[in-house]
C-alpha cells in the first residue's frame, strides 16, 4: 500500500450553486394533486418475509415481451459464464491502493465509506456536494475512487473526505468497501454507524436529514432506502446504514469474506442480496425507508401505462417483481418523496438530457445541471 501526500488545505470551501441542509426546498414543481402525497416523515419497515424465491431474471418481466425476455435471460447468462470463465484463468487480485489524509476533521465514531467511480476518474459537483452533505449529517468521509483520479480533482475532493484510498476497479462497489474498511479504522477506530455509499445514484433531489433521522430513530440494525423482492426481500446496496456494534459487526464480516468477480449479477448476487440474508441471520434488525409494497401503493396512472396492460391490477407488481428505482422511479420521487435518481434510469432513458426529459419537472434547475453534469462526466451524450 502506497501513501500520497496528504491534500493541502487551501481557501476555497463550497461548490458553486451548492444548496446545504438547511436550505429551503420547493415544493413548487410537484403537481398539486401530488403534494399531499409526500410523507415529509419518513419510517423504516422491515423487509418482508420470504415466503417464496422469485428468480432474480424474472425482475421487470412483467414490462417486457417473451423475446426480449429470452435475449436478457441470455444475455445474464453469458455475462455471468464469461466473467467466470476469465475469473478463472486471471483472478483477481487485492489491488494496490494510495492513501492520502483529506483536509476534513474526523467527527466521531459515524463513517461513510463512498465509493466513486469515473471513466477518466473526474470527481463530478454533484459527488462532492453528496460528500458535503454526509459531512453535515456527522459523517465523517472515506472517499475512495475505483479509477486515477486528477490531481485538481483529489485535491478538491479533500476540502470534505478526511481520508482518501485510490485503488484498481477490482470487486466493484462491495470489493472497494472491502478493502478501505481496515485502512479507515487504523485512522479513526472502528465506527458505531457505517454508511455504505456509491456514486449510482443521482442528487439528492429532497433533503437527506429526514432520511437519516428516519435510520437512527429505528435504532440498531442496518437500514437501506429501497426494498427489492428478487429473488427475495433484501436492501438495495447503494446506500445502507449499519448501526450499533452488532449491525456494523455484521456488515464487516460480510464485506471481509466477499471475493471479487468481473460480474455485476455475480456480485449483486454476493453482495448486495446474500448481505440482508446475513443481517436477518444474525438477528438484527434489517428494513427500508421506501418498502415495496408501500412503493407499489403509490403507482400512479403515468407509471401504470409506462409498465404496460399487465399492470392494470394494484396486485400485479406483487405477481412480476420490479426494481423500484427503475421501473417506479416516479412515484418514488413525486409521491413518496425518495431523494435520488437512479444512473441507469437515466442512461436507459431516450434524451435524457434534453429540457423535456421526463425527470426534469420533478427537481430544481440547479439540481439539474448538477445531474446533466455528472452524467456528461459519465459518457452520456
Not at 409526500?38 to 422491515?46: A, E, G, I, N
Not at 461513510?112 to 456527522?138: C, I, K, N, T, Y
Not at 472517499?143 to 485503488?167: C, H, M, T
Not at 484498481?168 to 455504505?196: Q, S
Request: net charge positive; charged share 20%; with cysteine.
Amino acid at each position: 500500500m502506497k501513501r500520497l501526500p496528504n491534500v493541502v488545505p487551501r481557501s476555497s470551501t463550497l461548490i458553486a450553486g451548492q444548496p446545504t441542509e438547511t436550505t429551503t426546498w420547493p415544493s413548487a414543481f410537484l403537481p398539486a394533486n401530488d403534494k399531499a402525497a409526500v410523507d415529509p416523515f419518513y419510517r423504516v419497515t422491515p423487509l418482508r418475509s420470504a415466503e417464496t424465491l422469485i428468480p432474480r431474471v424474472l425482475q421487470g418481466r412483467g414490462t417486457r415481451s417473451a423475446s426480449s425476455f429470452v435475449a436478457r435471460g441470455v444475455a445474464v447468462m453469458a455475462e455471468v459464464a464469461g466473467a467466470a470463465i476469465v475469473d478463472f484463468v486471471w483472478p483477481q487480485r487485492v489491488p494496490e491502493m494510495l492513501v492520502a489524509q483529506g483536509r476534513a476533521q474526523p467527527l466521531g465514531l459515524s463513517m461513510v465509506l463512498f465509493l466513486h467511480w469515473s471513466p477518466d476518474g473526474q470527481v463530478s459537483a454533484m459527488v462532492r456536494r453528496q460528500m458535503a452533505l454526509w459531512r453535515e449529517q456527522g459523517f465523517t468521509v472515506v472517499f475512495i475512487s475505483n479509477a486515477k483520479v486528477p490531481a485538481a480533482d483529489w485535491d478538491a475532493v479533500g476540502e470534505y473526505a478526511s481520508l482518501l484510498i485510490q485503488r484498481g476497479n477490482a470487486g466493484r462497489d462491495f470489493g472497494a468497501w472491502r478493502d478501505a474498511y481496515p485502512i479507515a479504522t487504523r485512522y479513526f477506530g472502528v465506527p458505531n454507524e457505517l454508511l455504505l455509499a456509491n456514486d449510482s445514484v443521482l442528487g439528492p433531489v429532497r433533503p437527506i436529514a429526514p432520511i437519516v433521522e428516519a435510520w437512527r430513530r429505528a435504532g440498531e440494525g442496518v437500514f437501506g432506502m429501497t426494498e427489492s423482492m428478487a429473488p427475495k426481500p433484501h436492501l438495495q446496496s447503494y446506500l445502507l446504514l449499519a448501526r450499533g456494534e452488532r449491525a456494523v459487526g455484521s456488515v464487516v464480516r460480510h464485506l471481509l469474506r466477499f471475493q471479487n468477480s468481473r460480474s455485476k449479477w455475480w456480485i449483486v448476487r454476493t453482495g448486495e442480496i446474500a448481505l440482508s440474508s446475513r443481517v436477518i441471520a444474525d438477528g438484527l434488525q434489517c428494513g427500508a425507508v421506501f418498502g415495496y409494497a408501500e412503493t407499489c401503493r403509490a403507482i400512479d396512472p403515468v407509471t401504470r401505462r409506462e409498465l404496460g396492460l399487465r399492470f392494470a391490477e394494484d396486485a400485479t407488481p406483487q405477481h412480476w417483481p420490479l426494481n423500484p428505482t427503475i421501473h417506479l422511479w416516479r412515484p418514488l420521487v413525486e409521491r413518496l418523496g425518495f431523494p435520488y435518481l437512479k444512473r441507469d434510469l437515466l442512461r436507459a432513458m431516450p434524451d435524457a438530457l434534453a429540457s423535456s426529459a421526463p425527470w426534469r419537472p420533478l427537481v430544481t434547475n440547479s439540481d439539474a445541471a448538477l445531474i446533466t453534469d455528472h452524467l456528461r462526466i459519465m459518457g452520456l451524450r
